[in-house]
């Protein structure tokens, strides 16, 4: 789903990133799993050979108006320090503005994703790749695994506050249609005009949600895990997120850590949802979370 922008965007980001800090500080103190994984992982590598403890790549897919170095950059990091081999890249962007991206149409987007996924399995030799995105890249993840013909290129799908079933975005589909003439399509037209269609396809009823919902979401042979926060104001109502199907597990941050208020945008630094991602993309060394951190409610 699309972010705030402004200064409200600012604070929440610096909500967020003071968050992630004090979460970091807390957990130093503790043993690292860090230590018992052989860090030889990296960042955009195309040289980064896939070990035999995380034989699968991960491609990191951000939410809209972010980029590859703007929003799960932090994960990748600690993703890539223990040991896998992690890639990610800044997908629906218009040429004339290549600093933010998510803004074009999901199908379009994910031409781009399938493109890059073909690339990171030619340059590593693995059979597989693992998919974690955040918010709308949680949602390219499920489509690229659905709706582009390589569900058996991908091994895991781990997809953090997708608006899986459409968003109200906190409301603001009824605003529309209570203060706008035209109410739902004006507001369409007004995201298309602005450059970002994609607005239209995150919301419920959208070209993408409707092709993604049409059957199962779930493919044969993937594994997929859909993390989400119950404080989560932007993927509302929360549970839309959520794929209730045979082989989805689904899980609320809180369900591990019920005094986190995190948020939408805090999920993608907060590091309980960093343990719930590295359980998901390793479970057979899958560890509880013994010390909660607090991340962003914004």
């Given at each position: 789903?699309?972010?705030?922008?402004?200064?409200?965007?600012?604070?929440?980001?610096?909500?967020?990133?003071?968050?992630?800090?004090?979460?970091?500080?807390?957990?130093?103190?503790?043993?690292?799993?860090?230590?018992?994984?052989?860090?030889?992982?990296?960042?955009?590598?195309?040289?980064?050979?896939?070990?035999?403890?995380?034989?699968?790549?991960?491609?990191?897919?951000?939410?809209?108006?972010?980029?590859?170095?703007?929003?799960?950059?932090?994960?990748?990091?600690?993703?890539?320090?223990?040991?896998?081999?992690?890639?990610?890249?800044?997908?629906?962007?218009?040429?004339?503005?290549?600093?933010?991206?998510?803004?074009?149409?999901?199908?379009?987007?994910?031409?781009?994703?399938?493109?890059?996924?073909?690339?990171?399995?030619?340059?590593?030799?693995?059979?597989?790749?693992?998919?974690?995105?955040?918010?709308?890249?949680?949602?390219?993840?499920?489509?690229?695994?659905?709706?582009?013909?390589?569900?058996?290129?991908?091994?895991?799908?781990?997809?953090?506050?997708?608006?899986?079933?459409?968003?109200?975005?906190?409301?603001?589909?009824r605003l529309a249609d209570a203060v706008l003439p035209g109410g739902r399509a004006t507001l369409?037209?007004?995201?298309?005009?602005?450059?970002?269609?994609?607005?239209?396809?995150?919301?419920?009823?959208?070209?993408?949600?409707?092709?993604?919902?049409?059957?199962?979401?779930?493919?044969?042979?993937?594994?997929?895990?859909?993390?989400?926060?119950?404080?989560?104001?932007?993927?509302?109502?929360?549970?839309?997120?959520?794929?209730?199907?045979?082989?989805?597990?689904?899980?609320?941050?809180?369900?591990?850590?019920?005094?986190?208020?995190?948020?939408?945008?805090?999920?993608?630094?907060?590091?309980?949802?960093?343990?719930?991602?590295?359980?998901?993309?390793?479970?057979?060394?899958?560890?509880?979370?013994?010390?909660?951190?607090?991340?962003?409610?914004?």
């Amino acid at each position: 789903m699309a972010r705030t922008t402004g200064t409200a965007r600012g604070t929440r980001r610096w909500l967020a990133r003071a968050g992630l800090a004090l979460a970091l500080s807390l957990g130093a103190a503790l043993p690292a799993q860090a230590a018992q994984d052989s860090p030889t992982g990296g960042i955009n590598d195309f040289s980064c050979r896939p070990g035999a403890a995380h034989p699968e790549p991960v491609v990191l897919l951000h939410g809209t108006f972010a980029t590859w170095y703007e929003d799960l950059n932090y994960l990748q990091a600690d993703l890539a320090a223990r040991g896998w081999c992690t890639f990610a890249l800044t997908y629906g962007a218009y040429p004339q503005f290549p600093l933010v991206g998510g803004l074009r149409p999901v199908a379009e987007s994910n031409l781009e994703i399938k493109e890059y996924v073909a690339k990171v399995r030619a340059a590593t030799g693995a059979a597989k790749v693992s998919v974690v995105g955040h918010s709308e890249g949680g949602l390219q993840a499920l489509y690229l695994a659905k709706m582009q013909g390589i569900a058996g290129q991908l091994g895991r799908v781990v997809a953090i506050a997708p608006p899986t079933h459409g968003t109200d975005a906190a409301g603001l589909i009824r605003l529309a249609d209570a203060v706008l003439p035209g109410g739902r399509a004006t507001l369409d037209s007004i995201a298309a005009t602005l450059g970002i269609p994609v607005l239209s396809d995150e919301f419920p009823g959208g070209p993408a949600i409707e092709a993604l919902n049409d059957g199962p979401v779930a493919q044969p042979g993937v594994a997929y895990t859909i993390i989400s926060s119950r404080y989560d104001e932007l993927v509302t109502p929360t549970e839309t997120a959520f794929v209730r199907e045979p082989g989805v597990a689904n899980r609320y941050v809180q369900d591990s850590c019920p005094l986190d208020p995190v948020g939408h945008i805090g999920e993608a630094y907060d590091l309980n949802v960093w343990h719930l991602v590295r359980n998901a993309l390793d479970p057979e060394h899958a560890r509880p979370i013994l010390v909660c951190a607090v991340g962003s409610p914004g």
